[in-house]
């Protein structure tokens, strides 16, 4: 039988061991590549274009859902694993192909690989997920507001609206204003789970940029896509892994 090209992101070493080893057994013609984070599954989809993927909905700093969408851009079918069963059903409601709670069972995995399966040779379209991002965004009380910055002996407040973009930097994470910029200890990905997704987009493995100051995407004399900000000279680096964040701008 035809291989059929596979992503499996967890990033819980068990649960993505027993996942692929219950794929490999229910589905041999699996051509599989295991992620153990988001952005290595970005990646991956970039190089790759799985025809399947399964995702973890709750993934440190870059999710399924970001993982998803990149999926779902060329065509791509989806299916959902996840520990918290309401956001099982919104899934399953937003269009997704099909949804396993955790633990995953082989039964239950079985149904969801015939599923994929019959929708595959039908040719069925991508699933739709606006629906599935706008009940999972950050909103009210998990969403940042305000970013605390030591600078010297003194502590500067941010709003978040001030915030053009943050870029991670060793052991520190730039908060770039238009009047300056300052460092903090806060890690990217945890800054990620509290920013608005429509209004802050992640570009590269170690840069998340205001949508509103992006001016336009191009290739520098390198080939490398280079981002243009509105009104200020510095140049920041796109990976492929998030460049269809781009189509049609």
Do not use: N
Not at 22 to 28: G, I, K, Q, R, V
Not at 216 to 235: F, Q
Not at 236 to 247: G, I, K, N
């Amino acid at each position: 039988m035809t291989a059929v090209s596979a992503l499996i992101a967890e990033d819980e070493a068990p649960q993505r061991e027993a996942l692929r080893a219950m794929l490999a057994a229910l589905w041999p013609q699996l051509e599989l590549r295991v992620c153990e984070d988001g952005i290595a599954a970005l990646e991956a989809v970039a190089a790759w274009r799985p025809a399947v993927a399964f995702l973890d909905v709750r993934m440190p700093g870059v999710t399924g859902l970001d993982v998803a969408r990149a999926v779902a851009g060329y065509g791509g079918l989806v299916a959902f694993t996840t520990a918290y069963e309401e956001h099982a059903v919104r899934a399953f409601e937003a269009g997704a192909v099909d949804y396993v709670l955790k633990p995953v069972t082989r039964e239950r995995l079985a149904r969801t690989v015939e599923r994929l399966r019959a929708r595959l040779q039908s040719g069925a379209s991508a699933p739709a997920l606006e629906a599935l991002e706008a009940a999972l965004k950050p909103r009210g009380e998990r969403l940042i507001r305000w970013i605390t910055a030591s600078i010297g002996d003194s502590v500067r407040m941010i709003g978040i609206d001030e915030v053009i973009y943050f870029q991670a930097q060793d052991k520190y994470v730039r908060v770039v204003t238009p009047e300056g910029e300052a460092p903090i200890r806060r890690p990217l990905r945890e800054l990620l789970d509290g920013l608005d997704p429509d209004v802050f987009w992640q570009v590269h493995r170690g840069i998340v940029v205001r949508v509103a100051s992006i001016e336009r995407v191009r290739k520098d004399e390198l080939g490398r896509h280079v981002l243009h900000l509105r009104g200020r000279d510095e140049r920041l680096p796109v990976s492929s892994a998030f460049l269809h964040r781009f189509r049609g701008m």
